[in-house]
């Protein structure tokens, strides 16, 4: 369904750290969505945002600074056992960047690690970010900025953007401007390098259409169990 679709950016990133378990980090954005000769066999999203059928494509630019805040009291990077890392940041796309594309991206996401007995870790990670453009009101969120959940990385044992915006008939709809997601991991490791392990997890989130919207009854749940491999640095 698309003739042409072109998505392209960079970045330039600064860091200061004034301890050894604090970071602060600035980084300018920029971006660029195209498509062209849009049909009708093509994602819901992409006709959405362009207004199909009374468009047929679109040209959205995004340029934006980053801002985040980071502690870090692991007592590992790669498998750790205790400690705590704190992350609180936001993204903004402003018009006096430049760009047809403004919103306010706030995030904050913890993760917690405690023996869980012999050489075992409980671990625990909650995560959650909203949008919204309070500051460039005349400008729309594009589909394509907003959340999608599932994966190994957020829910598993959903498929990646599966977890999404769901209507009053339980329809998915799409991406939504807020999403929220919760895992709790049992490890177990097999060695004493740590690099072979298995992990018993529950995870719970939910894509939620509005800022700092909730919906209980869209929650997604998922628990199983699986196998996981450090590589060596």
Same mark, same amino acid.
């Given at each position: ?33 195209r ?5 009708? #066999? *093509?994602?819901? $999203? ?5 207004? @199909?059928?009374?468009? +047929?494509?679109?040209d959205?630019? &995004? ?21 705590y ?41 909650f ?5 919204? #453009? *309070?500051?460039t $009101? ?5 589909? @394509?900025e907003?959340? +999608?959940?599932?994966?190994?990385? &957020? ?79």
């Open positions: 369904g698309l003739d042409l679709w072109l998505r392209r950016g960079g970045a330039l990133r600064f860091g200061w750290r004034p301890t050894d378990d604090d970071k602060f980090d600035v980084s300018y954005n920029y971006r660029r969505v498509a062209d000769n849009i049909e009708v #066999n *093509a994602p819901t $999203e992409i006709l959405n945002e362009a207004g @199909f059928p009374g468009r +047929f494509a679109f959205r630019t &995004t340029s934006s600074i980053i801002t985040k805040y980071t502690r870090d009291k692991r007592d590992s990077n790669r498998f750790p056992r205790e400690g890392r704190v992350q609180v940041g936001n993204e903004a796309a402003l018009a006096f960047l430049g760009g047809n594309v403004g919103f306010e991206k706030p995030w904050v996401e913890f993760s917690h690690y405690v023996p869980g007995g012999w050489r075992n870790i409980i671990a625990y990670r995560s959650y970010q909203t949008m919204f #453009n *309070a500051f $009101e005349n400008r729309r969120i594009p589909n @394509f907003k959340y +999608f959940l599932g994966g190994v990385d &957020t829910i598993r044992g959903y498929p990646e953007r599966e977890v999404q915006v769901y209507d009053a008939a339980g329809r998915a709809v799409g991406s939504g401007q807020t999403a929220g997601y919760f895992n709790l991991e049992y490890r177990i490791p097999f060695d004493e390098e740590d690099q072979f392990s298995m992990v018993l997890f529950y995870d719970m989130g939910g894509v939620f259409d509005g800022a700092f919207d909730l919906k209980t009854e869209q929650i997604a749940r998922g628990a199983g169990a699986g196998f996981r491999f450090a590589s060596p640095v």
